[in-house]
């Protein structure tokens, strides 16, 4: 039998040796309610999105995913708009986008053919664009769940595929994927310093838009997202928020969406942070689960110390959210957050929920407290896990309580 404690920490990536995940397939089997393609040939709005598949790299699968309606469909991939939303809801708007699969190497988005092109142009458009799609088969209506991901429709093999109108391109993205020269680093900084979405970012780096020319690479959505939010969080820590002055007092935020519950800890000091996770039993990666289970990742003044094996791409999204709101206000602090998901988060609808969780959080007023332990014993009223389950797993907490200084870490 699998560990509950290795779902939780491999949340579909198959470290557990199989060839499927079996939590992801009983999730995956959800149908619609009615398939809105009858037939293999429709035409709508793409939100505009593209997917790119993470398994068999560098041979992957692109779909240009798009519902087969022609209204506003702008909001079936705006992530940043569905905080509040229920699970039900999301769903339901996901459900809607049909992806049509393609077969290709994520080589060629250094020498892109005309097809590529115009997926690439979809990816690019900051609105809705008519699209033309022609399937090799009718589809079935099932919906499917990944890791770090939002649901996505029916999956169907693409045969031909063309966009019908102009694609609405921003000046700033055009220049910079025309700049053949570019690193793919200092354009994301540009347009996420320009204002653009996140998770924008995250498609046209995924349609393989951005970087040197000769380097460029079709980058799987799950790799994408993560690059996007660990790469930018990552500069603004270093640019930015090490050089702010700390913080003068304890103060807790607080957020709770999608039974995910969220306890922000601003800590006086140097830079650090720490992601704590507590599944409860029942919740989508530890629906075989019989007790809590923590898991973390952590880095001091230095960084982290590779990737974020344990809470992987949901560790960089709230990093993002903390760093920008330090950057915000222009202050240096510690950072722990908290995060216990319960039996009713049923099924994964990806890291956005995390990233947008914690910036409700710190968009919130928070508690201020004088003392660590004046913070942590108001905390543990609130938890619904003792805190000396936390106490155990933290990094952080227990440099802490040792009495010594975050800014040693920075020597």
Known sequence: MISPKLCIRCKGKLLCGLNTCPI???QNFFRAADSLVKGTSFSGNSPPSV?????????????????????NTAMLDSPERWFGLSQERIVSMRQQLIRPNKSIFATEASNPGYDLVEIQELAMSSSPITVSVDLKKKISPNISFGQGVAPMGPIGLLKKFSVEGNPSIPSKVDYLVSDTDAKSQTALMELYGSGIPVSYLHKILSAGTLGVK?????VPTRWSITAVDSNISKELVNEKVKHFQQIGEFQLFHSNYLDNNFWVLLIPGSWAFEQLECWLPGGSW?????????????????????????????????RLAVAEYLVKKKRQAAAIVFR?????????????????????????????????????????????I??????????????????????????
């Open 286 to 318: 530890a629906a075989n689960a019989t007790e809590a289970n923590i898991i973390q990742d952590y880095e001091f003044y230095t960084g982290e110390k590779g990737y974020a094996s344990n809470v992987q791409g949901a560790y960089y999204s709230a």
């Open 51 to 71: 997917f790119v598949s993470w398994k068999n790299y560098p041979k992957i699968n692109i779909a240009p995913l798009s519902p087969p309606i022609l209204n």
């Open 24 to 26: 992801l397939e009983k």
């Open 214 to 218: 000769k380097n460029r690479r079709l």
């Open 340 to 384: 216990e998901i319960g039996s009713g988060y049923l099924m994964p609808l990806g890291t956005w929920q995390i990233r947008e969780n914690v910036r409700n959080a710190l968009n919130q007023k928070p508690l201020a407290f004088s003392s660590l332990s004046l913070s942590l014993a108001f905390l543990s009223r609130k938890l619904k």
């Open 386 to 411: 003792p805190i000396s389950n936390y106490k155990k797993e933290s990094k952080l907490l227990d440099f802490l309580q040792h009495q010594k200084r975050l800014s040693d870490f920075a020597k």
